[in-house]
Structure formats: structure tokens, C-alpha cells
């Protein structure tokens, strides 16, 4: 069958070509990396695809068929060597494993040589030739089988894409077992069995490809099951780590796991190791000094590859870090598309350790300035409470008599020294809110005396406005904090007055509604609109075109902060040039 004969060549043509195909791009790895292990895998299959392209040519007699043979003895144990030491860069043999296996090939090997093994197996053999014969195939057999097992079974337990990698790399191995045997017996066999024994040799070597060289979408679906628990990892890190160490030391956890690694470490701006992972913080510094990581080098945004090492600049608000992760044995090889996904992953690092940075600063200004608001008030007390005796005492003609012009003037001193008292007192109750100190002290009360006595508190202030109270006769009973509550009143009492025209009407209404005990103030002023009404309650919040007027936007965020201790609110309806109505309500007492 003529036509059975020509498709078993084009297919072994194929096969051929193939396997030269998958050796050179082995040879290709090796000379963009240099290493051990990209050397012994490009040993092992280009003298495999020799070998193959070679195979026709042998099994003839003379001693050019004899030197060929020779040379095929030599390049399958070189293939076997090639391929065990490949092995040996991911999980090391023991130096005394590795000496006395390669010289039992090399004695192996001479010894086929030596013997002058004939190229056909088939051919007559003398009981030596046959046991050397047996040896080589056992050696090679060794080479291939004993890597296959150990790939998989140090694939258990490793993160998902070391695991893949390992296993498919012992896949590999198997694969090539199956080239090489099919390949040898194929030529053995009759037209239609050597056909199909070769088509399945064809289809095995894309097998070794995706093995050996994994492409990108296949390393893509190795890291899927990773994928999910990756994202909602990099979530909880960025918002939620408290400090930059925590920080740090979670990110080394998902970069080891993201491009497989046995040790990794951080390098803060200046130097100093943040966190490391696989070996000590000295460990770490002593490496980073040695491999100069933060150096002149470290430039650009592009991890970069340093030995065994890769290093992944962090931009961070200070200065450059670094993050450095070494691979050692078991780590799959570094393809571009794990670079590039470290690097973006160092992007969301270094936002969030400046994050943390950054709300660690806000937090100590926070701090002194409650500090400061604490000790400020504390130490104008004392100094206020004279002045404020003394100017009593004046009035009051404790100290003798004063000229009518002197007389005439303390209203306004005494008048204004209750302000100053008045903002102190919001002040220490400001920053005993903050620090967690302000206990209510509740009792029964009556909602109608408080107010009125509230309103007695700041008449003072409200001389130049009309003030109109709308209050019931009856008591309405709560169970509110006195002081608190009166502080609430007062102080929706001096805004109104602070943020009104004089001569304009202030409302006061208490009443009772729906369980609630209620009271508004009401004023003609200058009102607030609908989008700064958002920003009145919070701490220090003022409204830009009032700052001329006197205050410290303390106020309503105690009076707010002080209703809700109580159950209740306070709420304000109001709108720009109208005038404002804040409410203030408590439950009533059951
Ligand atoms: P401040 O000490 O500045 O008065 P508050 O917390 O009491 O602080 O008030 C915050 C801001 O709300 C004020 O600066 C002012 O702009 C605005 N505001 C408060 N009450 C009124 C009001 N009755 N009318 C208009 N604006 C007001």
C-alpha cells in the first residue's frame, strides 16, 4: 500500500518537526534566562530531537552506522541526564544521589560504546551487550519515572498554580515517555498499527509544549480557583489592615501565592524590611543591602529579575520601596503575564500602605486636637471663672462704687465673658464626647422648667431679638440629663440669635407629640441651605459664609451627639434667606 507508506512518512515528518519545533523553543527559553534549569530542560529535548531526527538513519552496519549508533547511545542518556537534573532544580537529590547517578551513566554510557552495541536491537547480542543494553533503557527509564512520581506528589498542598505547573510538568515527563516508546516500536509494527502509534506520538507533542512552556490562558485557568479568593483578599487587605505591617505582611502571603515563591519580604522607603515571609527580617535586610535592591537600579515601575529573585518596585508617597519575592526550587518559572500581575498588585499595595500612612496621620492630628480642645478649655476655665466674679461682684457694687461710664459698660464685659464661658463649656463637653466620657446623668424632669430656665440662661444674648415662647401650663416628663438638656436649648438659642438680624423674632415651642417631647426654635435669620444642612452636624463643622460670626462649629454636633444619648434627634428644616426651625425632641417618660 503505497499510500499507507507515504502518510506514515508525512507523519513522522510532522512528528520530527514538531519535536525540533519544542526543542529549539526550550533552547529560545534558556538564552532569555540563563539558568540551571532552563540548561538541563534544553539539553534534554534538543538531544531528544536529535535523536528523533537522527532514528531513520540507524540500524545499518559499518563503521559509520556504528558511530552513529554510538552517538544515539550518547544523546539518549544525555536526554535522561537533561531531564533528571531538570528534576533536581525543582526538588534536590541529595549531592551523593546526584554524583553516583551520573556516573553510572557515563559508565553506562562508555561501556555501550565500548561494547559496540549493534543499532538493531533485534540483531544477535552477546550476554554483555545485552545487559548494557538493559542497563541504558533502565537509566532512562529511572530518569523519566522517578521525576514523574515526584513532581506529583511534591505538587500536594502547594497553592494552585505551583500545584498545576508541577503536575503538568510530570505529565510532561509522562508524555515524553510515550514518544519515545511509541516512537522505538512503531517502526516495529505493521502499516496501519504504526500509523496510529505515530498520530498518537504527533498529538503528544503539543501535550509537552503545554507542559513545558504553559501558555498564558492555560496559566489563567490554573490561578481561576484562586481567582475569587485573590480579589476578596486584595479587598480585605486594602481596607481593612489597621497598620502597615499588618498590611504588609497579608500582601507577602498572596504574592508568594500569586507567582509561587518560598520566601518574600518588603522594603519600606529608606531601607528598613516592613515584613517578610520564609526567612528572618535579618535574613531579609542582609539580602537587600547585598543585592543593592533599593539602588539605582530600582527604577522605572517593571518588576524586575535578580538572580532568583523578582523585584517589584512600590511607589510609595515617601519614596520607593520594594517588594522582593525569591523563588527558589519548587516555584514555577516567571512568565510575563505573573510580572505584570505582580506589578499591578504592588499598585493596590503601595495605594493602600499610603492609605494607611495617610489615615494614621489624620488619626494623630485627630488626636491633638482633641487634646488640644481638652487642655485649651481646662486652662480657660480658671481664668474665666475670676473675671467672670469679679465683673459680677463690680455690678453688683461689692467693690465699691464705679463711675457711671465704667457702670455703663459692664453689661456688655459680663455679656460677653458668658459667651467665652459659654463656648468653654462646649468645648470640655466636646472633648469629653470624644474621648468617651460624657456619661448622661438622667432623671425625671420637667421638659417645660428646663427650657424656661434654659431661656434664662442666654436671655442676655437675645436682648436684641423679640422672643416669643409658646408653652404648655402642665409639665411634660422626661428623663433626660438636666445640664445636657439645658446645654441643647441654650445652644440653639445663641445660634438663632447669632445667625439672625436683631429686632427679628426668635420662636420658642415646647410640646408634646407622638410619645416625644419636643422643643423648636424657630428664627427669622439667614437660614441654611439644603446642601450645607448636611455638613451643620458634624464636628467643626461651620458653613464658610457665617465664618465671620463667632463659633466653633462644636455646637450643634454635641447638641445632635447629646439628643441621640437620649433616643432622641435633633433636626433642622430651614432654607437659604428664610430662616431656620431646629427641633429637638426626647421620649417622654413611660
Ligand atoms: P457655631 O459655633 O459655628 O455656631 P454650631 O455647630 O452651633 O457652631 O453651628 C454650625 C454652623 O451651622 C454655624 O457655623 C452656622 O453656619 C450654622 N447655623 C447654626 N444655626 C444656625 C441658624 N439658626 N441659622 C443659620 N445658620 C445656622
Known amino acids: 500500500m503505497p499510500a499507507m507508506s507515504e502518510l506514515l512518512l508525512v507523519v513522522q515528518l510532522a512528528i520530527e518537526l514538531a519535536f525540533s519545533a519544542l526543542a529549539i523553543r526550550t533552547i529560545v527559553s534558556w538564552m532569555r534566562q540563563p539558568d540551571r534549569r532552563h540548561g538541563h530542560l534544553g539539553l534534554a529535548l534538543a538531544s531528544l530531537a536529535i535523536l ?78 545485552t545487559l548494557d543494553f538493559v542497563a541504558i533503557v533502565g537509566v532512562w527509564a529511572f530518569c523519566i519515572l522517578e521525576p514523574i512520581v515526584t513532581f506529583w506528589l511534591a505538587a500536594r498542598g502547594r497553592p494552585a498554580v505551583e500545584m498545576a505547573r508541577l503536575r503538568s510538568i510530570s505529565i510532561g515527563y509522562a508524555g515524553l515517555i510515550f514518544v519515545v516508546v511509541f516512537g522505538t516500536i512503531a517502526g516495529s509494527l505493521n502499516g496501519a498499527v504504526s500509523l496510529a502509534v505515530d498520530v498518537i506520538g504527533l498529538l503528544i507533542v503539543p501535550v509537552l509544549y503545554f507542559a513545558f512552556f504553559p501558555p498564558v490562558w492555560l496559566r489563567r485557568i490554573w490561578r481561576q480557583p484562586e481567582e475569587e479568593q485573590f480579589r476578596s483578599a486584595l479587598h480585605d487587605l486594602l481596607l481593612y489592615s489597621s497598620n502597615r505591617v499588618e498590611l504588609a505582611e497579608k500582601a507577602l502571603v498572596w504574592a508568594e501565592r500569586l507567582v509561587g515563591g518560598d520566601a518574600a519580604f518588603i522594603l519600606d522607603d529608606g531601607g528598613s524590611v516592613l515584613a517578610s515571609r520564609g526567612i528572618t527580617t535579618a535574613e531579609a535586610k542582609q539580602l537587600a543591602i547585598k543585592g543593592q535592591i533599593l539602588g539605582p537600579s530600582l527604577d522605572g515601575r517593571a518588576p524586575r529579575r535578580q538572580g532568583s529573585s523578582v523585584i517589584v518596585p512600590l511607589d510609595l508617597q515617601q519614596g520607593r520601596g520594594a517588594m522582593v519575592i525569591r523563588s527558589e526550587r519548587l516555584t514555577p518559572i516567571f512568565g510575563d503575564e505573573e510580572l505584570s500581575r505582580l506589578s499591578q498588585y504592588a499598585t493596590s499595595l503601595a495605594a493602600g500602605l499610603d492609605r494607611v500612612t495617610l489615615s494614621s496621620k489624620i488619626a494623630a492630628l485627630e488626636r491633638a486636637k482633641t487634646d488640644f480642645l481638652n487642655v485649651a478649655s481646662h486652662e480657660l476655665r480658671g481664668p474665666m471663672t475670676v473675671i467672670k466674679g469679679y465683673l459680677t461682684m463690680l455690678e453688683a457694687g461689692a467693690l465699691g462704687d464705679l463711675a457711671p461710664k465704667a457702670r455703663s459698660v459692664l453689661p ?179
Do not use: C
Not at 558511530?67 to 537529590?93: E, H, K, N, Q, W
Not at 561501556?111 to 550476554?127: F, K, M, V, Y
Open 412 to 590: 456688655l464685659l459680663i455679656s460677653k465673658s458668658d459667651e467665652v464661658n459659654w463656648m468653654i463649656e462646649q468645648m470640655i463637653e466636646a472633648s469629653r464626647l470624644e474621648e468617651g466620657r460624657l456619661a448622661l446623668k438622667r432623671h425625671r424632669a420637667d421638659i417645660v422648667e428646663l427650657t424656661d430656665s434654659a431661656i434664662d440662661g442666654v436671655r442676655m444674648l437675645l436682648t436684641g431679638h423679640d422672643l416669643k415662647v409658646d408653652m404648655p401650663v402642665e409639665s411634660i416628663e422626661a428623663d433626660v440629663d438636666p445640664d445636657r438638656f439645658q446645654i441643647v436649648v441654650r445652644n440653639l438659642l445663641s445660634n438663632a440669635a447669632k445667625y439672625s438680624a436683631s429686632g427679628t423674632d426668635i420662636t420658642v415651642d415646647v410640646r408634646r407629640d407622638d410619645g416625644k417631647a419636643l422643643v423648636s426654635v424657630h428664627d427669622e435669620g439667614i437660614g441654611i441651605s439644603t446642601e450645607d444642612q448636611s455638613s451643620l452636624f458634624t464636628r467643626f463643622g461651620r458653613i464658610d459664609t457665617n465664618q465671620h460670626v463667632q463659633g466653633t462649629g462644636l455646637g450643634l454636633w454635641l447638641s445632635r451627639e447629646i439628643a441621640r444619648m437620649h433616643e432622641g434627634d435633633l433636626t433642622v428644616e430651614s432654607r437659604a434667606g428664610l430662616g431656620s426651625t431646629f427641633t429637638f425632641s426626647v421620649p417622654l417618660r413611660h
Open 52 to 129: 528523533i531526527l537522527l532514528a531513520p538513519a540507524l540500524g545499518g552496519t559499518g563503521p559509520v552506522a556504528q558511530s552513529l549508533t554510538d552517538l544515539a547511545i550518547v544523546l539518549f542518556l544525555v536526554s535522561g541526564y537533561g531531564l533528571l537534573m531538570f528534576r533536581d532544580s525543582f526538588v534536590p537529590l541529595g549531592t551523593w544521589a546526584r554524583r553516583l547517578i551520573t556516573a553510572g551513566i557515563v559508565a553506562i554510557g562508555l561501556a555501550g560504546i565500548a561494547l559496540q552495541l549493534p543499532s538493531n536491537p533485534e540483531s544477535p547480542h552477546t550476554p554483555l551487550q
